[in-house]
Every structure is written in structure tokens, then in C-alpha cells.
């Protein structure tokens, strides 16, 4: 069987040092906020050039407390995508804020800014953003930039599937106001367990986001504000403190093997992933669309190749979101997209081989 990700691979290329540092923060005694913390939030900061990074316990919760940090105020309105997973909306509920859904642009798959203007300007309750670099692909954040700044909007970048992604010379998660990351295993850089981190520049954002994710403690056992619990825990933080050291080689893999996929399917009925000029796509996923893609994803798995569907439903036609807003032309690109879109195998350990039996597969179902 190919797998389409595989985290456990990914723990055996770094095996011993993983299994060391594990080794280590067993032995010490100290198992919560401690010096293991400490170093991979010093590490984190600088990899972005960012001034401060808060470890905390997922991606969604690391949304939550990011939007929480910003100082909004209960009721408002967040934008963000419907073509997301469900995690990005549903920390802006748990924020106090009632997420709007923007679509997205077809060939980059991610929130597409004309669309993001019309709907600020006809809904004046919209205060901030949640911009998704889906798949590894940087969102067009000079254009969300000068929009913010025009409607005084706050930018929190969900940079979960796009660790180490950049536009220009900078990394993602230091264009907006604050940004959260996950480092659910089969992310780029992955723990072997929950977690996620909060990134700033911004001081007294980083301040509340670190006050936030333990009870609003300001000194121990008093909180000064109502927050919650959402510790990165030391064990996790040592797994990620060596999985950053292999970061930049690992999606360098992830782009090797992204460029052997285009070259390959470049002649197909496949539409390819798209990268932008100037920027550097990371690859959490390779997504094509295919107009029978039911059918590829049927013959692929008759072939023990896996493949999946990020998403297969979009957040707007999920039962527990139908209520939520996005304007009044719908997302015609989200709902279209979503009946196309294929993520092939795809992660640093894969083999050479399994790519060459995957691409002569759909070489083979494309010739049909
Ligand atoms: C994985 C993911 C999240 C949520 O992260 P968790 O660590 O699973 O809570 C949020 N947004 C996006 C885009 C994701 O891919």
C-alpha cells in the first residue's frame, strides 16, 4: 500500500534523535512549560524571524488564541475560506466570532482577494481575517496586506499546512498581525502528538497569546483575564525541537518530488497545482483536479495507491455551518473545486519507486 502521508516514516528518519530528546524530557522530571518549551519557542521565533512564539496544544486551539489575542470584540465578523479544514472555523466560533466565508481563487486554492473586498465592503462588521495558505501554497498576501490596511482589517495567517513556506525571502506566519501553526503528525513539521504555536511581532499580542493559554495567569493561580488551557507539553516540544532542525531538507524533498509529478502528468487531462512567481510552495499536499476524479481515486486504490480529498465537503455544506454567511453570489469556485480535487501520495519519506508506480498509474488511467 502507498500511503498518502505517512507520520510513522517520517519518525524513523529521525529515529534516534527523536528517541533521545524523548529519552531526555522522561528522565528530567519536568514534564509541562519547561526549558524544552522554552528552546523550540526560542528556535521557532527565529527560523520566521519573528519576535515572539508561544507553544500551545493544536492547531485549532492555537487560532483561537491568536483571534482571542488580537482584542476583538464578541459578535464580530472574521473572514475566512469555506475551502478549509473545518478546525479554521471553528476556532473563530470559539473565539466569540462569527466567521464569514470568502471564496477562494480556482487556481491557487486560496481565498481569492477581490472577493474578500466586496464582502467587507457590504458587511461593515467584518473585522479581521483568517488567511489559509492551503496545501503549502502562500496566499496572496500583498494583496490581503493593502486590503487590510485600507479596511482596518486584523491579519491572522493559518499557516497549519505551510511550515517554512515563503513569499519572497520571508516565511509565512510573519505577514499578518499574528499566526498560528499545527503540528498534528502528518504536517509539514509534525509532532508525534497534538500541538501548535502562535507567532508575532507584535508584543503585547505575544504577551496576552502566552497569558491565554494558561487560565490568564498573570502570576501563578491568578488570572488577570479569562483564558484557557493550552500548554504545548515538554515532550512534544523536544520531538519538535529536532523535526525544525530537518525542516528546510524535508520540504526540500517535498518539492523534488512535486517537480517529478509535474513533469510527469504534464501532458494529462490532470490540472496541475499551480506556484506562484516569487514564492516558495511547501507542498503539505499535491492537488489535482480531475473532472472524473471519483473514477482516478477508484483506480488508484484498486492499485494500493491512496489518495485523499482535502475536502470533501466544504465548510458552507457542512449540516453544523449551512447558517453561516458568504455573500450574496455564493462560492461558486469552493463548490466547484471540491467535486475535482485529488491529493496525491505525498510526504518527505516517499519513495522513488512509489512515485514512478503512482504517475504510471494515472498514466495508464488517463490513456483509458
Ligand atoms: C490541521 C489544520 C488545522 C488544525 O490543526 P489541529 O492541530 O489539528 O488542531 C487548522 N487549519 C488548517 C488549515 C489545518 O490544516
Avoid at 517520517?10 to 524544552?36: C, D, M, N, P, T
Avoid at 492555537?62 to 465578523?77: F, M, P, V
Avoid at 491512496?306 to 458552507?316: E, K, Q, T
Wanted: hydrophobic share 40%.
Amino acid at each position: 500500500m502507498i500511503l498518502p502521508a505517512d507520520p510513522k516514516s517520517g519518525f524513523l528518519a529521525h529515529q534516534s534523535e527523536v528517541e533521545e530528546a524523548v529519552l531526555r524530557v522522561l528522565r528530567s522530571g519536568w514534564y509541562i512549560l519547561g526549558k524544552e518549551v522554552e528552546g523550540f519557542e526560542e528556535a521557532f521565533a527565529q527560523y520566521h524571524g519573528a519576535g515572539h512564539a508561544i507553544g500551545v496544544g493544536s492547531g485549532t486551539d492555537a487560532i483561537q488564541i491568536a483571534l482571542r489575542a488580537c482584542n476583538l470584540s464578541t459578535g464580530d465578523r472574521v473572514a475566512t475560506v469555506s475551502h478549509t479544514a473545518t478546525a479554521t472555523v471553528a476556532a473563530i466560533e470559539m473565539s466569540g466570532l462569527i466567521p464569514v466565508l470568502v471564496d477562494i481563487d480556482p487556481d491557487t486554492f486560496t481565498i481569492d482577494p477581490d472577493h474578500l473586498e466586496s464582502l467587507t465592503k457590504s458587511d461593515g462588521g467584518v473585522k479581521a481575517v483568517v488567511v489559509v495558505h492551503l496545501y503549502g501554497q502562500p496566499a496572496a498576501m500583498h494583496d490581503i496586506q493593502s486590503l487590510a490596511k485600507r479596511y482596518g482589517l486584523k491579519i491572522v495567517e493559518d499557516c497549519a499546512q505551510a511550515q517554512g513556506a515563503k513569499i519572497g525571502d520571508k516565511a509565512v506566519g510573519i505577514w499578518g498581525d499574528v499566526s498560528a501553526f499545527s503540528f498534528y503528525p502528518t504536517k509539514n513539521l509534525g509532532a508525534l502528538g497534538d500541538g501548535g504555536a502562535v507567532l508575532t511581532n507584535n508584543e503585547d499580542i505575544g504577551d496576552r497569546a502566552r497569558l491565554l493559554r494558561e487560565y490568564g495567569w498573570v502570576e501563578r493561580y491568578v488570572s488577570h483575564f479569562s483564558g484557557v488551557n493550552s500548554r504545548l507539553d515538554e515532550i512534544q516540544a523536544a520531538i519538535l525541537a529536532v523535526k525544525l532542525r530537518h525542516l528546510d531538507e524535508e520540504n526540500a524533498r517535498r518539492v523534488e518530488l512535486a517537480k517529478t509529478y509535474d513533469e510527469a502528468l504534464t501532458d494529462t487531462s490532470l490540472t496541475l497545482p499551480s506556484s506562484v512567481e516569487g514564492t516558495d510552495h511547501v507542498y503539505h499536499q499535491y492537488v489535482v483536479r480531475a473532472e472524473d476524479r471519483d473514477e482516478l481515486q477508484a483506480y488508484l486504490g484498486e492499485r494500493e495507491i491512496g489518495s485523499l480529498i482535502h475536502y470533501p465537503v466544504p465548510v458552507h455544506r457542512q449540516p453544523a455551518y449551512t447558517c453561516l454567511a458568504s455573500g450574496p453570489e455564493g462560492l461558486r469556485n469552493t463548490d466547484r473545486v471540491c467535486q475535482e480535487i485529488l491529493s496525491l501520495p505525498m510526504h518527505p519519506q516517499l519513495s522513488k519507486e512509489s512515485l514512478d508506480v503512482t504517475i504510471s498509474a494515472i498514466l495508464e488511467w488517463d490513456r483509458r
